[in-house]
DNA sequence: AAAAATATTTGACATGGCGTCAATAATTGA
DNA sequence: TCAATTATTGACGCCATGTCAAATATTTTT
């Protein structure tokens, strides 16, 4: 058979690029044929539909994603973790210029449609997967030296609460784009996370 | 002068909820312009184009959803005032089915490619009005009898985070779409508010 | 080595959306 | 009554998505 000229995870990286500046819907399959010096039927030949191709985009991105908050979660104490784990967050979404928000909130916002299932079951991962690493910090910091009292319910459900204010850092920075803001809000949410301790 | 066929309001109503359905982008001013009995020129003569109807439409929108929260923000304990801005907020994207999410956030993420301008401003001004009468709200109470020490940091950051987490659940409701683990984060969050109050 | 099989590339095409424009129609005011 | 003004209407250009058949480049088979 016909050997591809063209390298799947290249043209990947380039669609999520143009995905992510102009939205899924704002990105023609002509732009980013163009840029990734690939035929439009191609693409087509090769993904299927736009969307499927924005897909797979996202997917790469997203274990990509998963796999630096995996590091920066690292060590340390909670407070540490917890304060890295935002500021890796607002980078993230904060990078490029301008700023081009969070992929996944952007990517399930606009594809919340009636036919956008694909996106959703994918971005219902990346946050399950979120909700379970911060689950375990959690956990792991009330086994060792922090003490208990200090959480409102169980770690579950803070770790819950922390990935939704990221999420809610996410919208909030479309609409002012104030990084200080978002980060004054980030520290709120670990003072209140870790009880008296900040206080 | 030629007098107009067609009421503007009940125009933006209908378009409105087509958006809201669908997406700014997954409507078509055919899909509009049916559903209102209008012709399509007619929209484009008295709005220029399909984001400045979906401004007016979502603008229209705002000023109703800003007053149903001042209405639900009433009066009562601080704790039974902030459950009422949860409560009427998730019932708000909750409403229809399948459930539209929140218009704001799903706008704003979808028009927030390089020349959806417009929209942020209106968008901006909700979120400032919202976390404006959060902040009455908390130090109203403060004034009262609720304790201080109880808050961590001013009453605006307090509300910033309180409206945080609401866009927050707007995002996960999309992915989760479990209206129970919706009301348990914010139940979690009133109670981290609230401080010890509520443990 | 030649031919068959198979997958990729390519360009043409159909469909439908946005937005513009000139022509037409319906009022109001002089 | 007629001019001025604004709304409506339908045709048009442009661009996007997605489909299809023809052409092309390999690998495998004979």
Known sequence: MRPREFDHDDVLRIAFDQFWRKGVRGTSLSDIARDAGVQRGSLYNAFGSKEALFLCAYERYASEYLGSVQKALGSGTLRKRLTAFFDLTIKN?????????C???????????????GLD???RKTFADLVARITDLVQEALSGGVKRGEFNGDPGTAALHIVTVTRGLAVLE?????????RKIARHTIDLVLGGAGR
Chains 1, 2 share one sequence.
């Open 93 to 101: 979404f904060r990078s490029g210029s301008p700023p081009r928000g």
């Open 174 to 182: 479309r609409a002012f784009g104030d990084e200080a803001q978002l």
């Open 103 to 117: 992929p996944t909130t952007r990517g399930l916002m606009e594809l919340a449609s009636v036919e956008g299932e």
């Open 121 to 123: 079951e994918s971005a």
